[in-house]
């Protein structure tokens, strides 16, 4: 069984914080791994990709992949409440993801 | 101009009936999926078609029949509705190949089975 484990929170952060997302999984098979942003009532969305270790930032989001320790996470600096939202962890095995149950983030103004 | 789109968008229907929901995608992309999001949030992998061969079927009961015409769509017929059927669906789209690439979503449609 393939695992994918994100702590659900709720994840409360007072606008302009850090939020730090966390996420292991279980597959040493997985290659590429994926965080996406889920508003509610609305369909998943790409926030970032990472395949190699160590951190990719793309603005205010940075991803960090460590594979010996099987874990990812994601940071999101000058949090927004706009940011608030469920962030899925996806590892992507050839052409099977799995998902992470989500973490509900909530951006206190 | 939509790159993965599903339709109907809501479904409200009795137990018993069998109903069917569509996705066409326009990315050119070779594998098609399709998930169930309960009322946890938990996204769960039903199945996944690469170039109209079915690749992934997990355990679903046979009562959800996928049907892929082409590359480019991927249907879902459900049979005999149940209350526990009621979720919101989501077809996907991504590349095929060594390293996995994005999955894009449609925009998912709610059935509520009464």
């Known amino acids: 069984q393939k695992e994918v484990e994100q702590n659900s929170g709720p994840l409360s952060v007072p606008e302009g914080a850090i939020a730090s997302l966390n996420c292991t999984y279980s597959?040493?098979?997985?290659?590429?791994f994926f965080w996406y942003r889920q508003y509610s009532g609305k369909s998943p969305e790409l926030i970032m990709f990472?395949?190699?270790?160590g951190d990719k930032e793309d603005g205010r989001f940075t991803a960090q992949l460590n594979k010996a320790s099987q874990y990812v996470s994601l940071l999101i600096r000058d949090s927004q409440p706009s940011d608030s939202a469920t962030y899925l962890c996806?590892?992507?095995?050839?052409?099977?993801?799995?998902f992470g149950t989500g973490t509900s983030l909530t951006v206190i103004p | 101009d939509t790159a993965v789109s599903q339709t109907p968008k809501y479904l409200v229907t009795q137990m018993g009936n069998d109903k069917s929901i569509k996705c066409e995608q326009n990315?050119?992309?070779?594998?098609m999926y399709w998930y169930k999001q309960d009322s946890k949030k938990f996204l769960k992998i039903m199945f996944s078609?690469?170039?109209?061969?079915?690749?992934i079927n997990e355990t679903v009961p046979n009562r959800f029949s996928p049907k892929s015409p082409d590359k480019a769509h991927l249907n879902l017929h459900i049979n005999s509705l149940e209350l526990g059927d009621s979720a919101v669906y989501f077809c996907?789209?991504?590349?095929?190949?060594?390293?996995?690439?994005?999955?894009?979503f449609g925009e998912g449609s709610r059935l509520t089975v009464l």
């Open positions: 996907a789209s991504s590349r095929w190949g060594l390293d996995t690439g994005e999955l894009f």
């Open positions: 597959d040493r098979g997985s290659q590429s």
């Open positions: 990472i395949y190699s270790n």
């Open positions: 996806v590892c992507g095995s050839g052409n099977q993801f799995y």
């Open positions: 990315l050119g992309h070779d594998t």
């Open positions: 078609y690469n170039n109209k061969e079915l690749i």
